[in-house]
């Protein structure tokens, strides 16, 4: 394995793990609609996500400078041809850490209203479009002899990709929710789990739906089996959510993300971006890499800073990992 294949499965790693911890982290956003029954319980559900939310971020900060870094071709294609969604979900990523910070700073009915209605859209919308920017990333682009991207923004609303952003909101939602009974306590725990066993045959559809697609179009036995496994972890975490085994839940509904994602990376390989005018112009993990000796560099500060990272983070879940309800919440001033 050469250091573009490695730094091919790092950056692989990084959006996976982004996409668990986000993925959640959305769904709880909005969820703030679907579920909570008042400005308290809106409360409980921003707080389950509150001391996390950033640091989830930060994975697509590194997956984003990786890419920059690692295939500064694959990045350059990708962040033009797909500016106005990417931009839509920079915009949405700001506002929505704003509207956490700012929702409590005034009492008002509206101005808390306001902040909660960003909190919900500024979750849905980025669920959206991802699913739809990583659809067309596997089915593929117009790119040109020059490696530039040469369609428009409606090309990128094609059924394969519209498919690939309804599972990333329905998985994300139900994520979400099984999340929520976990951190929850009373009323709102058992509403949540309530809710994820509604999602989460919408969200079996969707799956279902958009890997079997994937895998009659470009899979082979390794994303058979990533298939598989992403089918029967959804089917667990429904079974262990209707059994109120919360822990058990989540973790059945991450390795469904995981598996997912792992899905789609291993379809796309060796293609970073397929080019859907013509094969020999397919951006590759060769054709678009960095020289070796920027690769070797990376890997180096690569193999410092992502344990480190994931220590601390791991650390910060840890710290925050008790259940809470409405009777922990301080008083409104």
């Given at each position: 394995m050469q250091l573009?294949?490695?730094?091919?499965?790092?950056?692989?790693?990084?959006?996976?793990?982004?996409?668990?911890?986000?993925?959640?982290?959305?769904?709880?956003?909005?969820?703030?609609?679907?579920?909570?029954?008042?400005?308290?319980?809106?409360?409980?559900l921003i707080n389950t996500i509150g001391p996390v939310w950033d640091g989830n971020e930060v994975w697509l900060i590194s997956a984003a400078g990786a890419t920059f870094a690692a295939f500064p071709e694959w990045y350059a294609t990708l962040f033009s041809g797909f500016y106005l969604p990417l931009l839509l979900i920079l915009v949405c990523l700001i506002l929505r850490g704003v509207a956490f910070e700012y929702r409590v700073k005034r009492s008002e009915e509206r101005w808390q209203r306001n902040w909660e209605h960003t909190i919900f859209w500024t979750s849905l919308l980025p669920a959206v479009i991802w699913g739809i920017v990583f659809g067309n990333l596997v089915h593929g682009v117009k790119i040109d002899a020059h490696k530039e991207y040469v369609g428009t923004v409606l090309d990128l609303l094609n059924p394969y990709a519209i498919l690939g952003g309804l599972v990333t909101l329905t998985l994300f939602t139900f994520h979400g929710a099984v999340f929520a009974s976990l951190k929850t306590v009373g009323d709102i725990r058992e509403r949540a789990r309530r809710t994820a066993a509604v999602l989460g045959p919408v969200a079996a559809v969707t799956v279902v739906g958009f890997l079997g697609w994937t895998q009659?179009?470009?899979?082979?036995?390794?994303?058979?089996?990533?298939?598989?496994?992403?089918?029967?972890?959804?089917?667990?975490?429904?079974?262990?959510?209707?059994?109120?085994?919360?822990?058990?839940?989540?973790?059945?509904?991450?390795?469904?993300?995981?598996?997912?994602?792992?899905?789609?990376?291993?379809?796309?390989?060796?293609?970073?971006?397929?080019?859907?005018?013509?094969e020999s112009w397919n951006l590759t993990v060769s054709n678009a890499a960095s020289s070796p000796y920027t690769l070797k560099i990376m890997t180096w500060g690569a193999g410092f800073a992502t344990p480190l990272v994931m220590l601390y983070q791991g650390w910060t879940y840890w710290v925050f990992r008790k259940r809470i309800g409405t009777q922990h919440l301080a008083e409104a001033h």
């Open positions: 573009h294949d490695v730094w091919f499965v790092l950056i692989a790693f990084l959006w996976t793990g982004y996409f668990f911890l986000e993925g959640f982290d959305f769904g709880i956003g909005v969820l703030t609609k679907l579920l909570a029954r008042d400005r308290k319980e809106k409360r409980v009659a179009d470009k899979g082979d036995g390794t994303s058979l089996v990533a298939m598989i496994v992403a089918v029967v972890a959804l089917l667990a975490a429904l079974g262990a959510n209707r059994l109120g085994r919360e822990g058990w839940a989540f973790a059945f509904s991450g390795v469904t993300v995981v598996a997912a994602v792992v899905m789609l990376f291993l379809t796309l390989f060796p293609n970073v971006m397929p080019s859907t005018l013509n």
